[in-house]
């Protein structure tokens, strides 16, 4: 049986709607966050070196990293499904740049909006509150909306007509972009029509539901 190491309000709600979404059985070790820094506690470095979720024991075969682990699961079990196009097929070059874009770009742009949030709102001398909300508001500015504004309004003329992104059925690549694009609604104020729907879409999934019966709702700051 495979075993999914689910911190709270992490990426492990991808693996566990992919699980919900082949059949497999698994069990869910959900974990909450430390109170202080709202990380994942040193117990997980007792499954794997980094300590990090989510992730997946499958039978002893111990596998970090959520892109891997949503590559890992198709390959070996949803060889026969929609989730993951023919190599031959015109949709899988879009296939795997989802896949890869999902980390790869859109997720440092809202780690980041997360972490200047925390800059913003912890606690420090009164003196050293304007520095830091200078430099945060600065980078803000300069980079950080302008990228994200670039990068959601690419998503958004993507998602235009499209029940899914690949189409009419439900992939590994909407399982990698859901979880940053319900970020992105929960945490910018662009008007997003299409993404906001298609974060509804994936709420909707009963699938997805199972999910969140199993680990939890998922609640973004």
Known sequence: MITLY????????????????????????VIARD????LAPDS????????????????GL?????????????????????????????????YLFWLHYAEGSLMPLLV????????????????????????TDGVRESFLNPQLKLHLEFVESKLDGHTWLLGGEISGADIMMGFPLQAAVSRT??????????VRRIENDPAYQRAQERIGKLELL
């Open 6 to 29: 689910a911190l709270k309000q992490s990426r492990a709600y991808r693996i566990a709607w992919l699980l919900e979404l082949l059949g497999l059985e698994y069990r869910a070790e």
């Open 35 to 38: 109170a202080e820094t709202s």
């Open 44 to 59: 997980l470095r007792r499954v794997h070196p980094l300590g990090k979720s989510p992730l997946i024991d499958d039978n």
């Open 62 to 94: 111990v596998l970090a990293e959520s892109g891997a682990i949503v590559e890992y699961l198709i390959t070996r079990y949803g060889q026969e499904t929609a989730l993951r196009p023919s190599e031959n097929s015109a949709a899988y070059p879009e």
């Open 112 to 135: 980041m909006s997360l972490v200047f949030r925390k800059i913003e709102t912890r606690k420090m001398p009164f003196f050293a509150k304007p520095v830091a909300r200078k430099i």
């Open 189 to 198: 104020s662009l008007n997003l029509p299409n993404i906001a729907a298609y």
